[in-house]
């Protein structure tokens, strides 16, 4: 059974940094690739980030330059560094586990709770 609990979200003002984590059970961890998603009010989840199981990353338009993401595969640990932060950037922040098949890395059913981002001054 995969878990993954996300934690480190907060309100943060504009400009500032947080750094969330995700820890993963169930799972081989080294052999995933995992991805950070964000959802806020009113829209769609999406994919904020990506890690390969190499450690090759790919990032969203909207956070390239700014987020960065990692892995510690002895701590089955995933992270999010996130710097400059803007109002825009409220979310509820995700991880999971990835999957490639047909092309491209997708999504998988499990998710943990959440770690709620606010950025306002």
């Known amino acids: 059974q995969v878990q993954l609990v996300e934690s480190g979200g907060g309100l943060v003002q504009p400009g500032g940094s947080l750094r969330l984590s995700c820890a993963a059970s169930g799972i081989i961890f080294s052999i995933n690739a995992m991805g950070w998603y964000r959802q806020a009010p009113g829209k769609q989840r999406e994919l904020v980030a990506r890690?390969?199981?190499?450690?090759?990353?790919t990032y969203s338009d909207s956070v390239k330059g700014r987020f960065t993401i990692s892995r510690d595969n002895a701590k089955n640990t995933v992270y999010l560094q996130m710097l400059s932060l803007k109002p825009e950037d409220t979310a509820v922040y995700y991880c999971n586990v990835l999957r490639y098949f047909s092309g491209r890395y997708r999504s998988t059913a499990d998710w943990g709770q959440g770690t709620q981002v606010t950025v306002s001054s």
């Open positions: 890690i390969t199981s190499g450690g090759t990353t």
